[in-house]
């Protein structure tokens, strides 16, 4: 056994291209698999432990006052006797009592006593009795947490007062000390970094003079968008700000206060905001969750593309070390029928043979990992870099070496073991017979006298290439997984930009505003939206009968974004997915869905919906392509109705450039406005959130286009080591070095060239599948589409790589004198 | 006789880390044009070597070698394939046919580009293919293999038949068919036949043996009278 070992083990030092050639596609496979989990892992341990450390919140709720059942005809009266007021709010105040007392308060009247009752402060004690019935109803308990928003002309910061035994939310200390003094501040250290600034440097907020006294992340900004109209953060210009509580006080900017809620035992999210009217998920409290949910997600997509690709390129591995086998079986017949002439079995001649997939496996895992966990820390770094959140020591996690090594070397080596104990089957004075290698099979000879009407040089170059079906059979195999990775680097190369430009298509606003309340306020300038949030209470398909939904996550949110919209539009349009503008007069009862909620929720047209607490049973007439969560399109008219509210909207689409500067917006619209994105944040906004999953896939992308170039390498020289013969002879008969060229190694040319062809339906078929996964955990239809450009452009990389790889193995060729190619073997 | 190849103080020397082999050492050489010339010596003595070098197969270390006015060591690339296309046929001991390819093909497969190439039906004719020519070479013996490789070696209407060990593989009966299949091209054609052979017997049918022992030419012996192929004894 020795000796077949040491046998085994020249051959491989005679042909180091192909065991490096498995070495490294190993390397390639287990390096990014272990990189990426040992950074998901470390991230996500860094996560759940910040967040069980730190405390932060589950949720936070706003509570919603209705002014005409919350308060009494006596406790406004004792109100009134309590705050100084204007002459126009104590106005107000007496209009408010008297429809109190006649029981006809309008929803216009009851915004304004909304505005002066906040100005005052005045709503605090009921919404703590509001708060404390659900907190005891659901099991949770609450705490207040508040911060202010300051701005210094680019700059903006969040400023929060720094409490000792804060329950929930604790600030989290990187470095130094938190504030003590009036004059004494905490910043985060990337802004730090940024500004040049240090622990007992000078800051001005607010036209006053700090000491930072050390640098501190809020529990509660994991993902640090400072306010909703920045929605990506930037480090230099954003910053969180602790302060003393009594500097807090008197510190001025716009407050932002959240009810900050645990659950003491199960999250009861779903059941509040389903059952609970009193308090609803405001702009603010959906951007805390943004901020706190984004890191996990961000995790677990990355662990899910790193998986489902590992699969895939160990997958493509294997089939590259059993080509590399075979062909080492085929070049040592003879070898191995003297060995089995002289009594060696089967099992021992195939064991030898494990040294490939044992060296290959061995080296490549432990080298894969050793560059895997290096790399990770990097990694990590870049999945960390948007987020807040301290990062946790590396530790040296002996599973992965494991699953490194072990899988790999394992799976491959059984592979080898049974593919070699078959194609050892043949007896030793077959494998010894002279010829006993050029047997034509059926196939090839039918296809030699159907090609008998071919000109020679065709006649030629088919033969050659149908010289082995299996060998032909491998080249296209092997030019079809490399097509795969190939069409995968290409469709998600620009799947991003795609999506953003894909939703932003044809826009002509600028500016999109939202109100806090529906407004009545007559506009014929803006296209005007009425939107709310609906759960979908049931589906019908076009046949009335019921359907269900796709199975998603368990803690999915289902919040269905309806508009309301008017028939004419100016700024904005709905396309469907061949880019055909969609008619948006949807009177009776019509429902225009987008992208999102046709392939998550398996919406289709013709369906019909019916939403929870909306009397309508809407009919979905078409799909709008956008990728932006689940938003649907109804007649503004008709759902204001469904809505019993009056003819209203609290959403617009404008081109009025005063939206650019709140100063330009009159006291009346600003007091109810929200929010205002201009495009450009949309546009950023998005991004951002694409950026999430970006990471990950163009990691994924980079080992995929090097191994790309690995097999084809391998491949190429296979064909090179396959027609050494071939080509010497026709050296020697005075074939020129193009004639031959042309003749034998173009010879799989049309091969490949079909091979990646099939192969892009395939992998777009895979990655609809991959997608469909995700689906079930992201509110993103992820469109996997390939362009007629893009797709040549593949083939081109494949062609190239494919000649360019001949030519390298061809360098090799040219150092064999003719007369030793020509001996016999 | 006209001289066809002129050897003039040709050496070559393979050099592996620590030693050297010459294969060739100082060969001076004159080859007639048409006749048999039989090179013969024990393994290893530089006879598959001299045929290589005189075919332009492998490149000398030192010397020159002149076909007719032409030294065809200093060839460029073009010069060199424009050379082997038009000059030599190689008969090679292992056959090297194309496997994929029919008797009749793999004859095309030199017939294909050669500028005037005899015709392909007459030289299968002549080695007595014609019931074997749309066989694959698996489907072959031995012997009718070697008729292949010699009607492929043919086809070009070379001006040098180069044999390298052309019934080595064969037995008495099929190598003195291949034998007297070589005498015929021979006369017929009028072109030079090169034969190298470990078998001294062979000897009897060429106008020249040259006898090889470490690289260099031991003897040559000029034959006054030839034998047929038939008539010679078989070592």
């Known amino acids: 056994m020795k000796l077949l070992f040491i046998n085994s083990f020249s051959s491989i030092r005679k042909k180091k291209l192909q065991i490096i050639g498995i070495i490294l596609l190993v390397f390639l496979s287990t390096s990014i698999y272990t990189m990426m989990n040992m950074a998901v892992d470390r991230m996500e341990g860094a996560y759940t432990n910040y967040i069980n450390e730190q405390n932060v919140e589950d949720l936070s709720l706003t509570i919603d006052i209705d002014y005409r059942n919350s308060y009494t005809y006596s406790d406004v009266l004792n109100i009134k006797g309590n705050i100084e007021t ?40 009921k919404k703590q009795e509001v708060l404390e019935d659900i907190a005891r109803k659901y099991n949770f308990y609450y705490e207040e947490t508040r911060s202010k928003l300051g701005q210094n002309n680019d700059y903006i910061y969040r400023v929060m007062p720094y409490i000792k035994n804060k329950k929930i939310n604790k600030p989290f200390l990187i470095k130094g000390k938190f504030p003590t003094a009036n004059n004494e501040v905490t910043i985060l250290d990337g802004y730090a970094k940024k500004n040049n600034l240090k622990i007992g440097s000078k800051i001005n907020l607010s036209d006053k003079e ?14 640090p968008i400072i306010n909703i109209s920045s929605p990506m953060f930037d480090e230099q210009k954003h910053n969180i700000v602790f302060m003393h509580s009594d500097e807090y006080k008197n510190f001025n900017g716009v407050e932002e206060i959240a009810n900050s809620i645990k659950f003491k035992k199960e999250n ?49 591995s294997a089939i590259i070390i059993l080509v590399i086998a075979k062909k080492r079986i085929d070049d040592e017949r003879l070898q191995i029928g003297v060995l089995k002439a002289l009594g060696y079995n089967r099992s021992s001649i195939a064991l030898s043979y494990l040294l490939y997939p044992l060296i290959g496996g061995l080296v490549g895992g432990i080298l894969g990992f050793t560059f895997g966990y290096f790399m990770h820390p990097t990694m990590t770094s870049l999945f960390i870099s948007y987020y807040n959140v301290p990062t946790l020591k590396a530790t ?28 050892l089957r043949h007896k030793a004075l077959y494998l010894l017979r002279e010829g006993s290698n050029i047997k034509v099979n059926f196939i090839s000879r039918i296809i030699s006298r159907i090609t008998m009407i071919l000109p020679f040089k065709e006649r030629l170059r088919i033969s050659l290439a149908n010289r082995s079906i299996g060998k032909l059979f491998i080249v296209s195999l092997s030019s079809f997984l490399t097509g795969l990775l190939i069409v995968l680097v290409l469709v998600v190369f620009d799947l991003f930009s795609f999506i953003i430009d894909k939703s932003f298509k044809d826009v002509k606003y600028d500016y999109v505003v939202n109100y806090l309340k529906p407004e009545t306020t007559i506009n014929l300038v803006d296209d005007l939206v009425l939107t709310r949030g609906y759960e979908i209470s049931k589906v019908y398909d076009s046949n009335d009968d019921l359907k269900d939904l796709k199975e998603r996550k368990k803690d999915s949110n289902n ?93 617009i689409y404008s081109k009025d450039s005063k939206y650019s500067d709140y100063s330009k917006i009159e006291n009346e619209e600003i007091m109810n406005i929200a929010s205002i994105f201009s495009t450009k944040d949309l546009k950023r906004n998005m991004g951002t959130i694409l950026e999430t999953y970006d990471i990950s896939l163009y990691v994924v992308m980079v080992f995929a286009a090097i191994m790309v170039f690995v097999i084809v390498l391998i491949i190429a020289n296979i064909v090179i080591e396959e027609n050494k013969k071939t080509i010497s002879l026709m050296r020697v008969l005075g074939y020129k070095k193009k004639e031959i060229n042309s003749i034998v190694l173009n010879m799989y040319t049309p091969f490949i060239i079909i091979s990646y062809i099939l192969s892009i339906p395939a992998m777009i078929y895979l990655l609809e599948k991959i997608v469909e996964i995700l689906m079930k955990d992201i509110d993103f239809a992820l ?43 | ?122 030289i299968i004719k002549l080695v007595g293919l014609n019931e074997h020519k749309y066989k694959f070479p698996f489907q072959m013996s031995g012997g009718q293999l070697q008729r292949v490789s010699i009607a492929r070696a043919l086809v070009k209407n070379p001006r040098v038949l180069f044999c390298d060990e052309p019934t080595g593989a064969l037995d008495e009966k099929m190598g003195k068919q291949i034998l007297k299949l070589l005498q015929k091209i021979n006369k017929q054609y009028k072109n030079t036949l090169i034969i190298v052979t470990h078998n001294p017997s062979i000897g009897d049918i060429a106008n020249t043996v040259i006898t090889m022992k470490n690289g260099k030419i031991d003897n040559i012996k000029r034959n006054e009278k030839t034998k047929k192929a038939d008539e010679i004894g078989w070592a």
């Open chain 1, 268 to 316: 009861r999210t779903d059941e509040i905001v389903e059952k609970e009217k009193k308090a609803y998920l405001s702009m603010n409290d959906m951007l805390r969750i943004v901020r706190n949910k984004s890191p996990k997600l961000k995790f677990e997509n990355g662990r899910i593309f790193t998986e489902s690709f590992l699969y895939l390129l160990l997958g493509v």
């Open chain 1, 86 to 125: 204007d002459d126009n709010e104590q106005y107000i105040i007496n209009l408010y009592l008297m429809c109190l007392a006649s029981r006809n308060c309008t929803d216009d009247f009851l915004k304004q006593v909304d505005r002066v009752f906040e100005k005052y402060d005045l709503n605090k004690s």
């Open chain 1, 210 to 223: 700090y000491t930072i006294v050390g640098y501190a992340y809020a529990s509660d900004y994991m993902y």
């Open chain 1, 396 to 423: 040296f996690d002996t599973s992965y070496l494991l699953k490194s090594t072990l899988i790999p070397t394992v799976v491959l080596s059984i592979l080898t073991f049974f593919i070699f104990l078959f194609m």
């Open chain 1, 559 to 651: 919040s269905i974004t309806i508009e309301g919209i008017d028939k004419e539009l100016k700024y904005f349009y709905l396309y469907d997915e061949n880019n055909n503008k969609l008619n948006t007069d949807l009177s009776e009862d019509k429902i225009i869905i987008n992208t999102n909620m046709s392939k998550i929720l398996g919406l289709e047209i013709g369906d019909k919906i019916i939403f929870k607490n909306l009397d309508r049973k809407y009919t979905i007439v078409n799909i709008t392509e956008s990728f932006n969560g689940f938003s649907a399109y109804v007649d503004r008219e008709d759902f204001a109705k469904a809505m019993s509210l009056k003819l209203s909207y609290n959403k």
């Open chain 2, 1 to 122: 006789m006209a001289v066809i190849y002129k050897l003039v103080n040709v050496s070559k020397i393979y050099k592996r880390k620590n030693f050297e082999t010459r294969a060739l050492d100082d060969i001076n050489l004159d080859i007639n044009e048409g006749e048999v010339i039989v090179i013969v010596g024990p393994s290893g003595s530089g006879k598959s070597t001299l045929l290589n070098v005189l075919s332009c197969v492998d490149n000398v270390t030192n010397g020159e070698i002149y076909y007719k006015d032409m030294n065809i060591c200093l060839f460029n690339e073009k010069s060199k394939v424009e050379y082997i296309r038009e000059v030599p046929g190689f008969i090679f001991q292992s056959y090297n046919l194309i496997p994929n390819l029919i008797a009749k093909e793999n004859i095309e497969l030199a017939s294909h580009i050669s500028k005037a190439p005899l015709d392909v039906k007459d």
């Open chain 1, 783 to 825: 469109p996997i589409t390939i362009s007629y450009i893009k797709a040549f452009i593949g083939l081109l990389i494949l062609l190239v790589g494919y000649y360019l790889a001949m030519y390298i193995s061809k360098r090799t060729l040219k150092r064999i004198p003719l007369s030793v190619a020509l001996k016999r073997e």
